[in-house]
Nanobody, 120 residues
């Protein structure tokens, strides 16, 4: 049982930076993959970045070099550090946790989302 709560969203000017946090109700040591997704108005939800339990990361091409995903297992928290923000980054950002279990079972958990608006 994992509950996720995102925070850190807000209004930022183009070129600015913002750090999103995702606090889990339980230990994220048991979470195989944590990720950040985003959804802009009228668009499909898209993957932003993921990080597995070993620290390996993957990023969408649109955010490579600008965003950094990390996880602090001691604090049961995942982060998304965003820099060089542009209006195209405006979206609701969601935290996701994926857990693999035996016999092919998978469990997905989602946070409520946090709004990020990039505008002058």
């Amino acid at each position: 049982q994992v509950q996720l709560v995102e925070s850190g969203g807000g209004l930022v000017q183009p070129g600015g930076s913002l750090r999103l946090s995702c606090a889990a109700s339980g230990s994220i040591l048991s979470i195989d993959i944590m990720g950040w997704y985003r959804q802009a108005p009228g668009k499909q939800r898209e993957l932003v970045a993921t990080i597995n339990s070993g620290g390996s990361t993957n990023y969408a091409d649109s955010v490579k070099g600008r965003f950094t995903i990390s996880r602090d297992n001691a604090k049961n928290t995942a982060y998304l550090q965003m820099s060089g923000l542009n209006p195209e980054d405006t979206a609701v950002y969601y935290c996701n946790a994926l857990t693999f279990r035996t016999f092919g079972k998978r469990y997905d958990y989602w946070g409520q989302g946090t709004q990020v608006t990039v505008s002058s």
